[in-house]
């Protein structure tokens, strides 16, 4: 198919498959007759998981293009990729309301977290710093202390985590090794979690008032 059939079926206008192909997101299409180039069903493919990474995940270029490139790294291991995957789309807080109390604060809230869980010696300083950097702002806007509900975020977080690695193993067994599926699963799973957060705040709220309680 040329590239405006290849625009048709993938709903991506021809100037931004042309925009990818330049940034090496999408791989080049095949050189027919005379100056013709055709693409095939893997273009319309890669397209496709452009689109959800970009307007489902809501990653930037930058970031779909770290992505792809773990995909092309971690042929064989999921597990490997989905721990690269993470690490590709992690962006640092940009904000920093940080006072020097509210950042001491919230460093004994995140490390006593850590090493309730068993994550200290493993997580990465940036995640770890992240959650700092996010403390910091809450404590310093005069938040009352989270901590009972941290601790609710990281029960659901572990769990999350153990459903995950469950699901890749299985996959794994059953089907052979899909990293691509693994990664999917790895970052649209951060949109549906976020979702499903609202969608279960929207119903616990609607119960409070009806008097049933939290």
Do not use: C
């Not at 202390?145 to 469950?166: C, F, I, K, R, T």
């Not at 969608?199 to 049933?212: D, E, F, N, W, Y």
């Amino acid at each position: 198919m040329r590239i405006g059939e290849l625009s048709e079926r993938t709903g991506v206008p021809a100037a931004t498959i042309k925009y990818y192909l330049r940034e090496h997101l999408l791989q080049a299409g095949e050189h027919g007759e005379g100056n013709t180039v055709e693409y095939g069903p893997a273009h319309v493919h890669r397209l496709t998981l452009i689109r959800a990474l970009s307007e489902t995940a809501g990653l930037s270029v930058a970031q779909i293009g770290e992505v792809l490139t773990v995909l092309g790294r971690h042929p064989e291991s999921a597990f490997q990729a989905l721990g690269a995957t993470l690490a590709a789309t992690h962006r640092d807080p940009k904000f920093s309301l940080a006072s020097e109390g509210t950042t001491e604060a919230a460093e004994r809230t995140v490390d006593q977290l850590l090493h309730e869980y068993g994550w200290a010696e493993v997580a990465p300083p940036n995640y770890r710093d992240a959650l700092v950097t996010a403390l910091s702002a809450f404590y310093r806007l005069g938040n009352p202390d989270p901590q009972e509900v941290l601790g609710h975020y990281a029960d659901a977080a572990a769990a999350l985590a153990s459903a995950d690695m469950e699901a890749i193993a299985e996959a794994t067994r059953i089907e052979g090794v899909n990293v691509e599926q693994a990664v999917v699963a790895t970052v649209l799973g951060e949109t549906v979690f976020a979702a499903l957060r609202r969608i279960a705040h929207v119903a616990a709220s609607a119960k409070t008032q009806a008097g049933q309680g939290p």
